[in-house]
């Protein structure tokens, strides 16, 4: 039997997700979320929420219980990987209070996850759905679920990762391009530097074909967290919950900066992700049904964007649907792409040279941006 039939669904309670759902809450329109996920569990590792992210958070009303257990550092340090010289120092804290209004902050993102997640009524999520088939009728958009569930909407936002079954049902999307490089992650207590105290509260340090990124997650500094990219093309699982080898990571950092070498050496355990890249999609929409984040626009890391444009998409996805109304949603999803996709192909293509921040840089193009301000076309 299908199910009841909501206005607007959207496809995944992941942070783009969430935060699209948040956003329509503020102007009085309700969604139902699809996802695939049996419940609901503090997973991930760190995450940056750059200015720009953190105008999104405070419009949604959850940027105050954030900022009460982020860490926000007071500069962004880039160094060489091995004299330890500085290539960068940007001022964040109070300069970046100063400069954009909004902090920087670093945090797990379980916790982002959860906060965004009590945004939303818990009744209004439905777990366990795994889409299976969509398609467009003169009725709405038709979603049929794994587990044999059927939904009917008046419009559908996909906001299901970097394998969205959504774009995959609809598009024709380049098939994904391997770099040839994997990242390891994770996160775990301070603590177990057994008191080593390392130079730089956030820091990336650039070697020559590889780098490293240390910061702490919590304003506690009681749990720290470091990301890598290098060389491994043997490896090709685009998977965050893949286990890596401790052991080779060290070893693949063994001539970095003692500070490097500390924190790898108290790590107990890591993830890692084959980086694959993406071409940009031609087009996000088709009819009522549009994509968002990283269905549409995936980067490789190296900004630290990924998030933060699923955040400013949710935040402009909804302007564009209250400005012109719901009577016309395929109007409003197309003026979304068009307000959107520049700025996501200009952040993809700096991502991919990976030169970000690594020298003097001034980053207004992207932390100023403000998704509830900015001119829609």
Request: a negative charge; glycine letters at 8%; one cysteine or more.
């Amino acid at each position: 039997m299908p199910n009841a039939i909501p206005d607007i669904v959207i496809i995944g309670a992941g942070i783009g997700g969430l935060a699209a759902s948040a956003c329509l809450r503020k102007f009085g329109i309700e969604s139902v979320i699809y996802e695939q996920a049996h419940a609901f569990a503090r997973i991930g590792s760190g995450i940056q929420m750059s200015p720009n992210a953190v105008r999104v958070l405070d419009g949604i009303g959850i940027g105050d219980r954030l900022r009460g257990t982020a860490f926000e550092p007071p500069h962004w340090r880039n160094r060489d990987w091995d004299t330890g010289d500085m290539s960068n120092e940007h001022p964040l804290g109070p300069d970046a209070m100063k400069r954009y209004g909004v902090p920087y902050l670093l945090m797990h993102r379980g916790d982002l996850h959860a906060a965004l997640h009590q945004a939303v009524p818990d009744e209004t999520i439905l777990y366990d759905h795994k889409l299976s088939n969509i398609h467009q009728t003169d009725d709405g958009v038709s979603l049929t679920f794994e587990n044999g569930n059927i939904a009917l909407a008046d419009a559908v936002i996909a906001s299901d990762g970097v394998h969205s079954p959504v774009r995959d049902n609809l598009f024709v999307a380049a098939p994904p391009k391997f770099s040839g490089r994997l990242a390891y992650r994770t996160t775990f207590p301070t603590s177990l530097l057994n008191g080593y105290e390392i130079a730089d509260d956030s820091v990336k340090w650039w070697g020559p074909d590889r780098h490293i990124v240390i910061y702490y997650v919590t304003r506690a500094r009681d749990e720290i967290y470091f990301t890598t990219s290098q060389p491994e093309p043997d490896f090709q699982v685009e998977s965050w919950s893949e286990t890596g080898d401790v052991g080779e990571l060290r070893k693949a950092f063994a001539g970095f900066h003692p500070d490097v070498r500390a924190v790898l050496e108290a790590c107990p355990a890591v993830n890692k992700w084959a980086i694959f890249e993406r071409e940009p999609l031609p087009r996000w929409v088709d009819g009522n049904i549009v994509l968002m984040g990283d269905a549409c626009h995936p980067m490789t890391p190296y900004m630290a964007q990924g998030a933060a444009n699923a955040l400013e998409d949710a935040a402009v996805l909804t302007r564009c649907l209250v400005d012109g109304g719901t009577e016309d949603i395929a109007s409003a999803f197309r003026r979304f792409e068009a307000a959107r996709k520049p700025r996501t192909s200009d952040i993809q293509a700096t991502s991919h040279r990976n030169e970000f921040m690594r020298k003097k840089t001034d980053p207004d193009w992207v932390y100023g941006y403000d998704a509830w301000t900015t001119p829609l076309p």
